[in-house]
């Protein structure tokens, strides 16, 4: 029976017994407390808890399922023990609530003895200490002796992790015979000859955070028979390694490398490990785990580049993986479609690791091997070196023990954790100021999966999900393809929606993380989404549409701007959104009415003709031989986007473009300014925005015409009428505004000191005030007239009035008094009059004080 048989038998018989068939769960679990699916019933843990319903009482699975790092670790024994893998299948039978012992026994022991054809007399079982009910079953109800009952602890307990459900368990181990071990069974004997190839967990149990064991909502059957361990069995070979899948395997294992398997006790551990870690791979991008510096995504790197090493130490200088990524889908393809679908996805994603990691051996070993000339036999490496080949040189610290060990050498390691220590102490301070990711850390993306695919052809496509990088404000998704525009070349970033199956991300800006990386901000709007996953992108493309007509527009609208003021109008910068646009250029003086009409004319007699829009990529020479002209501050590697826009533009452009310029629709310029020497800016609308304007300036024409009681075509000689009407009645109210100072003015003369008037008047506007102090001062027998007070908005007014060439001067009289109302005038000359302001309305008492002071009364 080989592997594909052997999953369709176990299947088979369990559907047979009432058990929907469910597909394998992701390799990436729900459950926090684990790192990777590592049992067939990780996916079935609420399910046991009572927190969801399932999907039936009775189902069975064939579960992948990856042991590296965490609690369930076999990384360590991998290629050296005859039944370890990282990635194996768990089959596996469940019952939530439904049956429970006495049914699932004796099912067990019907498949092993029937189906399988497994002989009664070479299995043994084992339960736990505790467990008087289940070798009580097995006894009376399948009939096994006494003698072949064996009882264990902690061997016969079964967790998922440290907390969650649980419970006692019982396995059934074939003896494989004297060859292999000792006898005594399972519990005596050795472990090579007697190998477990079932297990029957009875889940009863609920482990909290603090230890305690709870009874379980209700009872249930999770039963793991390794596919691998049943297989060495079946086809009756001496290991694992030997069965049908990893045979193939290590054929184009040994074709790949041209080593031997068999000859060399350490080749075959590099070529097992080839093998195992390749399979592992597969299966782990595939499901969306991708090489990274944390959690599982740095397992996998170690996954990876431990298979790498290997290859190194043997002296092969091709690539490895991506070819064994190719037999790991030709071998397992049948049974798990997914792989065949990402195949090309997870080769471009192995390649670039091996290839980045091969030139980090180069150099890591390299530097490593200068060191260790230095160190005497059995001596410790400083571990600030370790760190340096790790944080400068991405030389794993684990790589560098593993060599050290190989040559009789230690690591200082606890140097070693104190420098790790201080640099995630500075990456977090990093991130707390900046929020997000580290710079490196979306390098690290590029170099794993190159530049974001941009395609530009339509609002949606598909993509896969590369990261999901948590914010302050929200999240940042990073997408394998995206037809989301990223911020560029003056043109702003796209907005839309991704989706995945499990949640919606609204995009509310796109820009680049950095070089070649497309980072989408957003909000999580519904469920989640995650690394691996498949995403949906959907730009708005009526935002994009106007976004195009002002970007092309732009262009145009450079052309003719050169075509009116000189060649010497360049580009110094721009800004093209969904409103409008704006083209910041090189020329000495303000434009004129004439010019700035010629201008928009000259642009929409070409936009009007309607010439196509060619948008390609070629060499830059090629672009400035055609006279493509560049635009400022955009930086152009050896290949460039060209736009030709109509007949008459050529440019360097990466943004996007309508297909012909009539799609542009009128373009207006709506503002023209000065932004610095020699700058200036000009600002304009397309598309329905000129529309909209248009229709916005004749509402306010219409609403002119019902203020004045004219037409339109009479607005202007009714405007000039009403103008002239205002400046009568303004030339009327100074009249009487200085007929009213100049009898206030005679108030004040009664309250004259040895020539010298000062007073306080608050409520006075600026100019009342003033008219007032001068006409007093030409009262006669008044040399100087000093007024403050309090305006009615906030402020203080401060006014000193002298005659021409008399005893006082304006400037001396309030000099002081300005300080105190924290205010201030001009010192030009020496005026007569003089009108100060001021803030400080609790000082105009004490600046009256001052100027009668400086008055001498």
Request: proline residues 3%; contains cysteine.
């Amino acid at each position: 029976m080989n592997s594909h048989e052997l999953r369709t038998a176990f299947t088979e018989f369990w559907a047979e017994r009432g058990h929907q068939i469910r597909p394998s769960a992701s390799l990436i679990p729900h459950e926090p407390s684990l790192l990777f699916t590592v049992a067939g019933m990780v996916p079935f843990m609420p399910y046991f808890l009572g927190e969801e319903v399932p999907p039936a009482p009775r189902v069975t699975t064939i579960q992948k399922c990856v042991r590296a790092g965490g609690k369930h670790n076999d990384l360590d024994d991998i290629g050296r023990t005859n039944r370890h893998w990282t990635f194996f299948e768990m089959m596996g039978n469940f019952s939530f609530g439904d049956y429970f012992k006495p049914e699932a026994i004796p099912w067990a022991w019907e498949f092993v003895t029937e189906v399988l054809g497994l002989e009664a007399d070479k299995l043994w079982i084992t339960v736990h200490v505790s467990d008087d009910d289940a070798e009580e079953i097995w006894k009376t109800s399948v009939g096994v002796a006494a003698d072949r009952i064996q009882r264990l602890d902690k061997d016969n307990w079964w967790a998922a992790g440290d907390t969650g459900p649980c419970g006692p368990c019982s396995e059934i181990f074939y003896d494989l015979g004297p060859a292999h071990g000792d006898d005594g069974g399972p519990a005596h004997g050795g472990e090579e000859r007697f190998v477990e190839i079932w297990n029957l967990v009875f889940m009863q149990y609920n482990r909290d955070d603090a230890g305690e064991l709870h009874d379980l909502p209700a009872t249930g059957i999770d039963t793991g028979a390794g596919l691998e361990r049943i297989l060495t069995v079946l086809q009756g070979v001496e290991t694992g390694w030997d069965i049908d899948t990893f045979q193939s395997l290590l054929a184009e294992a040994q074709r790949i490398t041209g080593v031997a398997y068999g000859e060399d006790t350490e080749r075959d551990v590099s070529l097992r490990i080839f093998c195992d870690h390749a399979r592992a791979t597969t299966f782990l991008i595939s499901d969306g785990v991708f090489p990274s510096n944390e959690d599982r995504g740095y397992v996998l790197r170690r996954i990876i580049r431990r298979a790498i090493r290997h290859a190194w130490v043997l002296g092969v200088e091709t690539s490895v993986m991506p070819e064994l990524v190719g037999a790991v889908v030709d071998v397992m393809g049948e049974d798990y479609p997914d792989i065949v679908a990402n195949q090309g996805f997870i080769t471009d994603v192995v390649r670039r690791e091996e290839e980045r990691f091969r030139r980090t051996l180069a150099t890591g070993s390299e530097i490593l091997d200068r060191e260790l000339a230095d160190l005497s036999e059995g001596g410790a490496l400083d571990g600030s070196v370790a760190f340096q080949l790790h944080d400068t040189y991405g030389f794993p610290v684990e790589v560098t023990e593993e060599i050290l060990g190989e040559r009789g050498f230690m690591l200082d390691r606890e140097g070693f954790d104190i420098e790790m220590d201080a640099q995630r102490d500075r990456a977090r301070a990093a991130r707390a100021k900046g929020g997000g990711a580290d710079t490196e850390v979306y390098r690290d993306l590029v170099e794993q999966f190159g530049p974001t695919e941009f395609e530009r052809s339509g609002p949606s496509t598909t993509g896969r999900v590369l990261s999901v990088v948590d914010t302050d404000d929200g999240v940042e998704v990073f997408l394998d393809r995206t037809t989301f525009y990223a911020e560029g070349g003056g043109q702003v970033g796209d907005t839309g929606i991704i989706t995945t199956d499990s949640g919606i991300a609204r995009v509310t800006d796109t820009n680049s993380a950095v070089a070649g990386l497309t980072r989408h901000v957003a909000n999580i709007e519904s469920g989640s989404i995650g690394a691996g996953q498949t995403a949906t992108t959907d730009v708005d493309w009526g935002r994009r549409a106007a976004i195009r007509r002002n970007h092309t527009g732009t262009h145009i609208l450079h052309w003719a701007l050169r075509e009116v003021l000189g060649d010497h109008v360049k580009q110094a910068g721009s800004h093209v959104d969904s409103e409008r646009l704006r083209f910041d250029f090189s020329h000495f003086e303000a434009l004129t009415p004439d010019q700035m009409a010629r201008i928009e004319d000259m642009t929409n007699e070409e936009i009007l003709a309607n010439g196509s829009c060619r948008h390609y990529e070629t060499s830059m020479e090629h672009a400035q031989a055609a006279g493509a002209v560049a635009f400022f501050g955009d930086k152009y590697g050896d290949t460039v986007r060209v736009l030709e826009a109509g007949t008459h533009s050529i440019e360097l452009c990466g943004g996007t473009h309508v297909g012909a310029l009539g799609d542009i629709g009128h373009l207006r310029i709506v503002s023209e300014s000065s932004i610095g020497s020699n700058l200036r800016r000009v600002e304009a609308i397309t598309g329905t925005a000129t529309v909209e304007r248009l229709r916005a300036d004749e509402e306010l024409i219409g609403e002119l015409s019902q203020m004045l009681a004219a037409s339109p075509e009479e607005l202007i000689d009714a405007l000039q009428r009403r103008n002239d009407e205002i400046k009568t009645l303004q030339k009327q109210l100074k009249a009487l505004q200085q007929a009213a100072a100049a009898k206030a003015a005679g108030n004040l003369t009664e309250s004259v000191v040895d020539g010298v008037v000062i007073a306080r008047l608050d409520g006075i506007d600026r100019d009342t005030m003033r008219d007032m102090a001068a006409a007093a001062r030409e009262t006669d027998g008044i040399d100087a007239v000093i007024l403050a007070g309090a305006g009615e908005k906030g402020g203080v007014t401060l006014v000193a009035a002298v005659k021409e060439n008399g005893r006082f001067s304006a400037v001396d009289l309030i000099d002081d008094a300005a300080k105190a109302i924290q205010g201030g005038f001009g010192r030009k000359g020496n005026p007569s009059l003089i009108v100060a302001g001021g803030k400080n309305v609790d000082g105009i008492d004490q600046a009256l004080e001052s100027a009668r002071a400086a008055a001498g009364v």
